[in-house]
């Protein structure tokens, strides 16, 4: 795990590395963008467009080479980031032999027969917000989900950008609100409150903006035109029943989404002519090869997030919120308790936007976000459910988030036009600046 900087090493330089890759993935694709130039944001690779972002972390570095690539590496070698990177492979996996054996056909079919076409869209949102809730991990939900999404979308000519920030929200509802996902237990831990607690803190700030979420997918997606529906072909259809089913049954990650690689492989074996267990290893291997991009990115981006918190950079956030606090709030004062909670909520976000992953910015923000809530008498639910929730809500639209990255490889979009059209996390954080600013505290 990152550990939590010290408030004394305060660097607000070491974040210039991280502004350096910004500006050249994002601001590059945008220019593209206005020259007309097709798939803009390909042209340059985001693992190219962050090396000079590590070269840049080098230079700034006060330890030695050696010490400065050991951190680096040490980055990488998250827990949290290495788990990451193998969901990107057994998903890739998953989909390409799913593809290859025609359970995405058959799956699709299903889904259109089950499904109406006025409610596609929310209906996605719903399956993978239960599927979240029940997994705890947005980016397994996401493995499962996905493929079926993308074959719909295409058959229903339904907008890709759309469908996919729909299913993202989905799964960051439920990632959110899952008693079992790791954010939730990071949350909970370290500002000592109960799950059951913060489950009903996050419930009446989530729904609010759910139900909003699924009125407006409603509009986007009710001129969706089905084509006539084809034969349902059970068996090419049982290695995603299979995978959902494990998934609502809380069976590990790893486990759903390499049973379903067996299981989909096993079924063209079966039925589909030709194909031979060469045919099922190279669909594995191109499976992988296709998350080859985001799966770079995603080590390199955990080796510069510990780079940045070694030189200072996440300690520059805490001791910028802390200061930001201490000019509108005080000691008797009626807005502390809401300015507090905006620095719980200030902290953690621009903390997720530094190490691009909730679960790591809940850890480093934990103690700061405490010693706010002890002091300001914000109740130990409440600062749980706050780190939880905007966490959430800077992942869930970050473009180089794993989120936005995998499904970006997936439905070959730019991950800029798929966490744009992420809507739930804008509102759930609309949701929640509403419940701080207006909610009734105890005088």
Same mark, same amino acid.
């Given at each position: ?163 996919? +920030? ?7 509802? +439920? ?129 510069? +997030? ?138």
């Amino acid at each position: 795990m990152t550990p939590k900087p010290s408030p004394n090493t305060a660097n607000g330089i070491a974040l210039l590395p991280l502004l350096l890759f910004l500006t050249l993935f994002l601001g590059t694709g945008t220019y593209l963008t206005m020259q007309g130039v097709e798939y803009a944001f390909y042209q340059l690779p985001a693992p190219i467009a962050v090396l000079p972002a590590l070269f840049l972390a080098l230079v700034l570095s006060k330890d030695s080479i050696n010490n400065t690539i050991e951190q680096f590496i040490a980055g990488i070698g998250n827990s949290n980031v290495i788990a990451m990177c193998l969901i990107y492979l057994l998903a890739g996996g998953f989909a390409a032999v799913a593809s290859a054996t025609g359970g995405v056909d058959a799956t699709v079919n299903l889904g259109l027969s089950l499904i109406p076409s006025w409610f596609l869209l929310p209906g996605f949102f719903l399956i993978s917000a239960f599927i979240a809730t029940a997994m705890g991990t947005s980016m397994g939900t996401l493995g499962a989900v996905a493929p079926i999404a993308l074959g719909v979308a295409e058959t229903a000519h339904i907008d890709l950008a759309i469908m996919a +920030g729909a299913v993202i929200s989905g799964a960051m509802f +439920g990632d959110n609100l899952s008693i079992i996902s790791d954010t939730t237990i990071a949350a909970t831990r370290s500002q000592g409150c109960d799950m059951r607690d913060k489950f009903k803190e996050n419930l009446r700030i989530a729904v609010p903006a759910a139900l909003v979420v699924m009125v407006l997918l409603y509009f986007l997606g009710g001129d969706a035109k089905l084509p006539p529906v084809g034969d349902i072909e059970w068996l090419k259809v049982l290695p995603y029943l299979a995978i959902l089913g494990l998934a609502v049954s809380g069976v590990n990650v790893f486990v759903v989404l390499a049973s379903g690689i067996m299981l989909a492989g096993g079924v063209g074996l079966l039925q589909t002519p030709d194909y031979s267990l060469m045919s099922f290893s190279k669909d594995i291997y191109k499976g992988f090869s296709n998350m080859q991009e985001i799966f770079i990115l995603s080590m390199f981006i955990g080796g510069l +997030g510990a780079v940045m918190s070694h030189q200072g950079g996440l300690a520059f956030i805490v001791n910028f919120i802390d200061k930001l606090l201490a000019r509108f709030s005080g000691k008797g004062d009626k807005v502390s308790a809401p300015a507090a909670e905006l620095g719980i909520a200030g902290v953690v976000g621009l903390t997720n936007l530094a190490t691009a992953n909730n679960t790591v910015s809940i850890i480093v923000a934990s103690g700061v976000a405490k010693d706010l809530a002890q002091t300001h008498q914000v109740e130990p639910k409440r600062s749980a459910s706050l780190l939880d929730i905007f966490a959430c809500c800077v992942q869930g639209l970050l473009p180089y988030g794993a989120q936005a990255l995998m499904l970006g490889a997936m439905f070959k979009l730019s991950p800029l036009e798929v966490s744009m059209h992420v809507f739930y996390p804008m509102l759930l954080a609309v949701s929640a600046i509403l419940t701080i600013t207006l909610r009734r505290r105890n005088a």
